[in-house]
């Protein structure tokens, strides 16, 4: 599996999905591998120190001669391995402006890892530009994080269209795995009508686990841990674990 999270709009919790998926599947024994490919490099910054990052996923995009392997660190989580990012992934789009293949340089990438990881989870950037049309090429699966806000469909058109657009050539196989509704508050009637709303449009999609908000989320990152080391007894830790199993259960039902 290869699990693109990926959302245009900013702050909705892509990374944080993305850091906890990542942790949870690692747990779960699963070989994970977490590519980040946002040049805020947050998903990274939650595991490693920056300084010890010499060369990020920019340099494995953009260099012949460099490999994902080549980049990949290993965390203080079992089987959970990072391919970091740095600020330089912005310049990606000049960077291969013209190049027949630059959609797909991170599938070529991925393929030559050889199967080293069975799980892969992708933190794709604010944005639908190249770095994001990279992931969702390179991916077998998208993940979907809205935001439960007033706001939260804002731009959903958009992400829909880019997928549709990659489907029709450069990887028919994508699928929707799914749509999770995240720093959710039970216990406001808004919440409930943004829920509601969400699931009118993405029907079954919707994962029936919700990520409610917690602090302890807030709060991991800085710790350069996930949450489930960081608070498991949280509900932050017991949202994502649950997450976790639907992702499973989808993936092997082939239901996604
Ligand atoms: P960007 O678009 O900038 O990459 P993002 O979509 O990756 O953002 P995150 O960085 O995961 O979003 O989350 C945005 C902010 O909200 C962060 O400060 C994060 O700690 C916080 N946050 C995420 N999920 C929750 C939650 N369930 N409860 C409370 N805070 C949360
Ligand atoms: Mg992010």
Same mark, same amino acid.
């Given at each position: 599996m290869i699990v693109a999270i990926a959302n245009q709009k900013g702050g909705v919790g892509k990374t944080t999905t993305a850091v906890n998926l990542a942790a949870a599947l690692a747990m779960r024994g699963k070989k994970t591998l977490l590519i980040d490919l946002?040049?805020?490099?947050n998903s990274s910054l939650s595991f490693l120190d920056l300084s010890s990052v010499t060369r990020s996923t920019y340099d494995a995009i953009t260099e012949p001669g460099c490999e994902l392997a080549d980049v990949i660190q290993s965390s203080a989580v079992a089987n959970l391995s990072i391919a970091p990012a740095r600020?330089? &992934?912005?310049k990606l789009e000049s960077r291969l402006v013209g190049e027949l293949d630059a959609h797909f340089r991170l599938k070529d990438k991925i393929k030559a &890892?050889?199967?080293?990881?069975t799980h892969i989870v992708i933190d794709c950037p604010p944005a639908l530009g190249l770095l994001t049309v990279n992931a969702l090429v390179a991916a077998t699966h998208l993940l979907i994080p809205i935001q439960s806000s007033y706001f939260a469909l804002e731009g959903t058109d958009d992400l829909l269209e880019t997928i549709e657009k990659v489907r029709q050539r450069a990887n028919p196989g994508l699928r929707i795995l799914g749509v999770v509704i995240t720093m959710h508050d039970k216990r406001t009637a808004l919440a409930r009508d943004i829920r509601e709303q969400i699931q009118k449009v993405f029907g079954g999609k919707v994962f029936q686990t919700v990520i409610t908000k917690s602090v302890r989320l807030e709060e991991s990152p800085a710790y350069k841990e996930s949450i489930f080391t960081f608070a498991p007894d949280s509900t932050g830790a017991t949202d994502y674990y649950s997450l976790c199993e639907e992702v499973i259960e989808r993936v092997e039902a082939r239901t996604a």
């Open positions: 946002d040049p805020q490099a600020i330089g &992934l912005a &890892l050889n199967g080293a990881y």
